[in-house]
């Protein structure tokens, strides 16, 4: 029995209720760090008593650049999703939905949206993104395979703890959208008063709920901005959540394959079933539902568009594990950053103020005590007291305050403590201002790697997941015969007809340094320099593909490849296969030679170990005949 929406609109209220009062710290946080990351790194109240003290708020943005970093790293590097085939005869359609993937992502700059995400996970500890089918450029359908939006507009079950959010119940996105919009996308808003809601919408100031009941209070408040700023707009909650549903899995008795059925239909079937001798056998499963509601109304109510996982997805950092949210880098930068502004500007303070001392002056010590002041080196004015009140004299020099020593020295430890609380080294940003060996250096910046590499492998999960989210969203939204832009087998650019099958066939999911990233192409660049004249000189064959991996334009190589392929006569095929024959031979052949080499001087070895022992032996007996 289907669920009442006044129900399900309840249940989706209590859901995000429990997710924000667990987030609530986290959010605050969240905010403070795309502060600190903005630059702005002083409290409203500490830039209150700068400026009554004259004094500027001074922030050198080191964190900025650190999450850049590493960020930068990640476009360097970026991956790609491929398919293995897990069944015979398979091996064309993995690469035709391998090329499909790629087209998808290129054509909704899913790179681009990848680093943004990332950035997201290195900031306020999650990363969230949306896939979803779109119509709007594109009436035959437009899949955006990595959407990001922001991480405060992300909710999640409270009891998730494992990486990735994968062990959730349900997750949502919350999000202002404009009113007129929002009717046109869904019509039965045109019909409803949502100032009447008894749930109440966020208000993002304060971070407190606020009540829709009363809103008409807030229409002659001029100094409310948040009435004014959501005046147009409805608070809309996009939940998505699974159930465990029966299913029934028939074995076929004429093709022998499993057939898998809803209840519904199974009832229907069951009695012809069993008077047959048909066996059968009841399993639960995951179903996924998506639905969007304002207050209690409930806009859409239907499963996924991927029925087998979320289409909300989140990539994490590193989990708070005592309050169970997740967090990024800029929470250990956070601290030193703080201290490095208020130790720079405390210094800065203390030379400004003390430039040039001042002095204690009894009223009758001067002539004209105003000249003296206006002559005096300012901006330390002189400081009149009464008669008798020096003992030293009616004239006494004010000191300076001396300066505290060791404060540059906190300074600098504060400075320094920000790649340390980090992991990403000065080497790792090229800021090593030092002369050290090209291998420590290296050594550094993969130890920094190490730190960081669990941000790596968190990133390396999503993009499976997201791979089998996209993979089913092109068998079922794109499957029509439409002309997609692949790399073929031989190199080459070419439209080809996305058509396949529809059985049930399974693919494993590989997560690989794409080739176009520019550190995979040095690196693999200069390896194969290396051993490229080897092969040439044993006869092996180069395959036209090691010109996808010089750090070249697209379009030259291209061009390189068409020139390295052309086509050759079976006789010239025949002739390169031998000579690639002899000499993988005379491979081995060196290689048995050199094993043979190994074995004669490993027995000689012994040899002469044996007659050493019987030298010894020898010498022994004759001392004790002795």
């Known amino acids: ?190 019909d409803v008063d949502i100032t009447s809601s008894e749930y109440g919408y966020p208000d993002e100031d304060s971070d407190e709920p606020h009540d829709a009941a009363r809103a008409f209070q807030y229409e002659n408040d001029q100094s409310s901005d948040w009435y004014k700023k959501h005046a147009d707009e409805v608070f809309v909650l996009q939940t998505q959540w699974w159930e465990h549903v029966p299913v029934y899995r028939i074995g076929d008795p004429q093709t022998g394959r499993i057939i898998e059925m809803e209840d519904k239909k199974f009832q229907r079937i069951k009695p012809v079933l069993d008077q047959s001798g048909v066996r059968y056998v009841r399993q639960l499963k995951k179903q996924y539902f998506n639905a969007f509601t304002v207050g209690p109304v409930v806009l859409e109510r239907d499963e996924n568009v991927d029925p087998g996982a979320f289409t909300l997805l989140a990539v994490t950092g590193k989990r708070d594990a005592n309050k169970n949210y997740w967090f990024g880098l800029v929470r250990g930068m956070k601290d030193p950053q703080r201290w490095a502004n208020k130790f720079f500007a405390d210094i800065q303070d203390i030379m400004v103020s003390n430039r040039q001392g001042g002095a204690f002056i009894e009223e009758d010590a001067l002539v004209d005590p105003r000249q003296a002041e206006e002559i005096w080196n300012d901006p330390n004015p002189l400081i009149m007291v009464q008669s008798g009140a020096l003992a030293q004299g009616k004239i006494q020099e004010r000191n300076p305050i001396q300066y505290p020593q060791g404060l540059d020295r906190l300074m600098e430890w504060a400075v320094q403590s920000l790649p340390a609380t980090t992991g990403v080294s000065l ?24 730190i960081l590499a669990d941000l790596f492998d968190s990133m390396r999960k999503y993009q499976k997941q997201r791979g089998r989210v996209v993979l089913t969203l092109i068998q079922k939204y794109m499957n029509d015969g439409r002309l997609i832009r692949i790399t073929g087998q031989s190199g080459k650019e070419e439209f080809v007809p996305l058509a396949l099958n529809e059985d049930d066939t399974k693919y494993d999911i590989i997560v690989d340094e794409a080739s176009s990233s520019p550190n995979q192409k040095q690196e693999t660049f200069g390896i194969m320099m290396q051993i490229l004249p080897m092969l040439v000189q044993l006869g092996i064959p180069v395959p036209p593909d090691v010109l996808e991996y010089m750090p070249l334009p697209s379009s030259l190589v291209s061009k390189l490849k068409d020139r390295a392929s052309p086509q050759q006569s079976p006789d010239q095929q025949q002739k390169q296969e031998q000579m690639a024959q002899i000499g993988m031979r005379k491979i081995l052949a060196d290689i048995g030679e050199t094993e043979s080499k190994a074995r004669l001087n490993e027995a000689k070895v012994q040899e002469s170990q044996t007659k050493g022992e019987l030298n010894l032996a020898a010498a022994v007996n004759q001392l004790g005949d002795a």
């Open 1 to 190: 029995m289907k669920e009442k929406d006044e129900d399900f609109a309840k249940r989706v209220h209590d859901w995000y209720s429990a997710s924000r009062d667990h987030l609530k710290e986290w959010r605050n946080e969240v905010r403070e760090n795309y502060d600190f990351f903005a630059g702005r790194q002083w409290s409203d109240d500490e830039i209150a008593e700068l400026e009554e003290a004259l004094r500027p708020a001074i922030a050198f943005n080191r964190i900025q650049p650190m999450v850049s970093a590493v960020k930068g790293y990640q476009i360097n590097n970026r991956q790609e999703v491929r398919y293995l085939p897990r069944e015979q005869g398979d091996v064309q359609v993995s690469e035709l939905l391998t090329g499909a993937v790629a087209w998808v992502d290129d054509e909704c700059d899913a790179e681009d949206e990848l680093s943004e995400i990332f950035e997201d996970l290195l900031i306020a500890g999650v990363g969230p993104s949306e896939i979803f089918v779109s119509y709007d450029d594109d009436l035959d359908g437009k899949i955006h395979s990595a959407e990001r939006f922001s991480p405060l507009e992300f909710f999640w079950d409270p009891s998730a703890t494992k990486r990735n959010l994968t062990d959730t119940k349900y997750r949502m996105r919350a999000r202002w959208m404009d009113r007129k919009e929002a009717e046109v996308r869904w019509e039965k808003l045109k």
């Open 427 to 450: 080497e790792m940003m090229g800021f090593a201002d030092r002369d050290q060996p090209n291998v420590l250096e290296m050594q550094r910046k993969r130890s920094s790697m190490v």
